[in-house]
C-alpha cells in the first residue's frame, strides 16, 4: 500500500515527546513490510535540513488562511530506510523557536499544516491508499478532505485513520478561527466540532475519520468514561467507523542493551554483567554515593500531574530511609522543578534531578537503574516502562492506561509479573508498592535476576503493532 502518515513530530527530524518515537519507527516498520510511506511534518526550523539532505520544490502549495493565500514550501528527502518526507515550511506561521507554543494562534499554526497537507494529497490522490494522522495537531486533515474544504475529489476518496495519543490535548480555539480557517459555520454545532462555545480540532477529526485508535488497548476502554474521555467520550461512544486500541512498539534499533552505543557497557538477558558497570557509572556521573547493593531508581518523564511527580516527592522522604536512591530527569512545569531541586539539596548523594530533555542521558538512566518509577495518573501507552523492561529495569506503575497491557503485578517469589503494580492515586498506594519492590530487589538474589531476565526478553517491537495497523488499512481500504 502506498501510505501518508501525517503528525507535528517525528524522530529522527524533530522530537518533543514520545509521538515523534512513534511516528518514526511505525513509518520503518510499515516500509519494512513492504509498504510505501511518506510522512508529513511541518518545518520549524529547527533542524538542518541539509544534514537530512532536503530539496525544496520550486513550486510551494498557495493555502488560503485568513482569507489571504499563504505559501507553503516543500521540503523532501528520503531517509536510509527507504521512508520519504515532506516537511512543510512557512516562516510566518512555524518558526517559533520550538515544535509548540503557548501563543493562542496554536490551532492555526496546525490547522495551516493540516489543509496544507490535505491540499498536496489532492493533487497527487494517485500515490496514497490510506492517510494515518496523528493527535489533535492533524485532525483537520480528514475534515478538510471529507469536506472537500482542500484536496477536492480525489483527496476525498482517501480513507483517513486518526490516532489518539493523548486525548487531554484536543487542540481548542475561539470561534474566531472558523473564518480565519475556512471551517464552515454550519459545522459549529454540538454534532460538530463546536465543543462548550469552543472550536475542538480534535473532535472535528474524530466525526470525520475512517477509523480511529488509541497507543493502547486499554486507553481504548478507558477514554469511553467520563474520568478519561475529557468531554469526548459521548462523541467516542458513537463513533460508526472502527475504533480500537493498537499498542505501541518501541524501536529496538534505538533501543536495546547488546547495541546501545550510548550506555557504557553493553548487556543482555543472558549476560547481565554489563548493567552492573552501567548502575555503577550513572552513580557516579549523578553524584550519587557508589553503591553496588543500593537499590538506584530512576525516573524519565515529563514534569506535570499527569506523570505523578506530586506522588513521588511526597514518598521520598520515607522511600530514601531505605538503602535506595533517585535519579530524575525531566522538564516542565516550573513549581514541581523548584520542588526537586530542594528535594535534591536535602538529600545530596541520594537523590540526583536533571532538569532537561537528554535523550543520551536517558539512556544511561534506563540502563543503570534497578527500578523505573512511572505513578501516572493516566497514560495512553507507558513507552518508558516498555524501554525499562527492555533495559532490566523493574516497573513500579499504577494500574492506568498502557501500563494495565504491559505491566503484571509480580507475585512473592517473583516466578510470575513484570513489575510492580497498584491501583490508587494515593501517595500510601505508591509507597507500598515502591517499597515492595525495594525489598524484593535487596533480598531478592536469584529471583530477581530470574524476573529481570523475563522482562528483558519480552517483545516491544513495532512488528505485531505495524501487521495491526496494516489489517486495519486494508480493513477500510475495502
Not at 170 to 184: A, E, H, S, W
Request: charged letters at 25%; glycine letters at 10%; proline letters at 5%.
Amino acid at each position: 500500500m502506498k501510505l501518508a502518515l501525517v503528525a507535528s513530530e517525528m524522530v529522527p527530524m524533530v522530537k518533543v515527546g514520545g509521538l515523534a518515537d512513534v511516528v518514526g519507527a511505525l513509518a520503518g516498520a510499515l516500509r519494512g513490510l513492504g509498504h510505501h510511506v511518506t510522512v508529513f511534518i511541518p518545518y520549524y526550523g529547527n533542524f538542518d535540513l541539509s544534514a537530512y539532505s532536503f530539496a525544496r520544490r520550486l513550486i510551494p502549495i498557495q493555502v488560503k488562511i485568513g482569507g489571504r493565500d499563504v505559501g507553503v514550501d516543500i521540503y523532501e528527502c528520503r531517509l536510509g530506510s527507504g521512508v520519504e518526507v515532506k516537511a512543510f515550511g512557512c516562516p510566518e506561521y512555524f518558526e517559533r523557536g520550538k515544535a509548540y507554543t503557548e501563543e493562542p494562534d496554536e490551532p492555526v499554526r496546525f490547522g495551516l499544516f493540516s489543509k496544507a497537507t490535505a491540499a498536496f494529497i489532492g493533487q497527487e490522490a494517485d500515490r496514497f491508499d490510506i492517510i494515518h494522522c496523528h493527535d489533535w495537531h492533524a485532525a483537520l486533515v480528514p475534515f478538510f478532505l471529507k469536506r472537500r474544504m482542500a484536496g477536492g475529489d480525489e483527496g476525498a476518496r482517501i480513507p483517513v485513520v486518526l490516532t489518539i495519543h493523548n486525548l487531554a490535548h484536543q487542540g481548542l480555539g475561539d470561534r474566531d478561527i472558523i473564518p480565519v480557517l475556512d471551517l464552515g459555520w454550519d459545522s459549529f454545532t454540538p454534532t460538530g466540532f463546536e465543543f462548550y462555545g469552543k472550536v475542538n480540532l480534535f473532535k472535528a477529526g474524530l466525526l470525520t475519520a475512517q477509523a480511529v485508535t488509541t497507543v493502547s488497548p486499554n486507553y481504548a476502554r478507558e477514554i469511553l468514561d467520563p474520568q478519561h474521555g475529557a468531554g469526548l467520550e459521548g462523541v467516542l461512544r458513537t463513533l460508526e467507523v472502527p475504533f480500537r486500541g493498537i499498542l505501541n512498539g518501541i524501536d529496538e534499533t534505538r533501543w536495546d542493551p547488546a547495541t546501545d552505543r550510548l550506555i557504557p557497557a553493553a548487556f543482555s538477558a543472558d549476560d547481565l554483567k554489563g548493567k552492573e558497570t552501567c548502575k555503577a557509572a550513572l552513580q557516579k556521573e549523578a553524584g550519587l554515593d557508589v553503591d553496588p547493593a543500593a537499590t538506584l531508581m530512576g525516573v524519565v518523564t515529563r514534569l506535570d500531574p499527569q506523570k505523578g511527580i506530586d506522588l513521588i516527592t511526597a514518598v521520598m522522604p520515607r522511600l530514601l530511609r531505605s538503602s535506595t536512591q533517585i535519579v530524575i530527569l525531566g522538564q516542565g512545569q516550573k513549581e514541581m522543578e523548584e520542588r526537586l531541586q530542594m528535594i535534591r539539596q536535602s538529600w545530596k548523594g541520594r537523590v540526583a534531578v536533571t532538569l532537561a530533555f537528554d535523550e543520551p542521558l536517558s539512556h544511561r538512566v534506563y540502563a543503570g537503574s534497578d527500578l523505573f518509577l512511572a505513578p501516572s495518573r493516566f497514560e495512553p501507552c507507558g513507552l518508558g516502562a516498555m524501554i525499562a523492561m527492555k533495559y532490566g529495569a523493574l516497573p513500579v506503575v499504577r494500574a492506568t492506561g498502557g501500563f494495565v497491557d504491559t505491566v503484571v503485578d509480580a507475585d512473592r517469589q517473583l516466578r510470575t509479573g513484570s513489575g510492580f503494580v497498584f491501583e490508587s492515586i494515593d501517595p500510601v498506594d505508591f509507597l507500598g508498592a515502591s517499597l515492595r519492590a525495594v525489598s524484593y530487589h535487596q533480598g531478592g538474589g536469584t529471583d530477581w535476576k530470574q524476573i529481570q531476565k523475563r522482562v528483558m526478553g519480552r517483545d516491544f517491537s513495532w512488528k505485531s503493532s505495524a501487521r495491526k495497523y496494516e489489517a486495519l488499512y486494508q480493513e477500510i481500504r475495502g
